[in-house]
């Protein structure tokens, strides 16, 4: 995989993503050679390739759910490389896998979709949630707010209501795509 736009950072500015020579292994066959990139803030970027190239690797390693065998993975500056996906996911971090579907369970609706991206900002626990009802009020309307204008975003905000299995997969993938583009979430990884 070679340098993904390596004249995007040609300002001073810190991008909000970079890889610094990733190099990737298994079983003796390398996925990943020495891969370098750079992404700005707000910048659209794609990992395109054939099979085997090395994209969900890349992906992966991105998210925490892999451990480079040299490099850094750096979001706004910190390295991140070694810490867990957790942790990655609390920095804002997001991952959408390739699965189309949205959840379908009973009544889940399009809104209930994108709401379950909004799980990192709402950890509430049981005492905080009982002792601070009205701050968890007003973060969950936060979150339903954030939803909505991600759902514009998307071109599917007149669907909110709608069940989705009654979606067109289309419209289902990008619902997938807004449940990782949640409340203060930094980069979306979409696999």
Request: glycine share 6%.
């Given at each position: 995989m070679d340098d993904l736009n390596p004249n995007?950072?040609?300002g001073k500015s810190i991008p909000i993503l970079e890889a610094k020579n990733i190099t990737k292994s298994f079983d003796g066959v390398r996925a990943l050679s020495e891969v370098n990139f750079r992404i700005q803030?707000?910048?659209l970027t794609a990992v395109i390739g054939p099979n085997g190239a090395g994209k969900s690797t890349?992906?992966?390693?991105?998210?925490?759910?892999l451990r480079p065998d040299s490099g850094a993975i750096v979001l706004k500056g910190e390295d991140i490389t070694r810490?867990?996906?957790?942790?990655?996911?609390?920095?804002?971090?997001?991952?959408?896998?390739?699965?189309?579907?949205?959840?379908?369970?009973?009544?889940?609706?399009?809104?209930d979709n994108a709401l379950?991206?909004?799980h990192q900002q709402l950890k509430p626990g049981v005492f905080k949630s009982w002792v601070r009802r009205m701050e968890m009020k007003r973060k969950e309307e936060e979150a339903r707010e954030e939803?909505?204008?991600?759902?514009?975003?998307?071109?599917?905000d007149h669907l909110a209501s709608a069940m989705a299995d009654e979606l067109s997969l289309g419209n289902q993938r990008q619902g997938r795509t807004g449940q990782g583009s949640h409340v203060k979430t930094a980069t979306v990884v979409a696999g």
């Open positions: 995007i950072n040609s803030k707000d910048a890349i992906l992966n390693i991105i998210t925490g759910v810490k867990p996906p957790h942790r990655i996911a609390d920095l804002g971090v997001a991952r959408s896998f390739q699965i189309v579907r949205l959840f379908t369970i009973n009544t889940a609706t399009v809104m379950i991206g909004a939803a909505k204008s991600i759902l514009k975003l998307l071109k599917i």
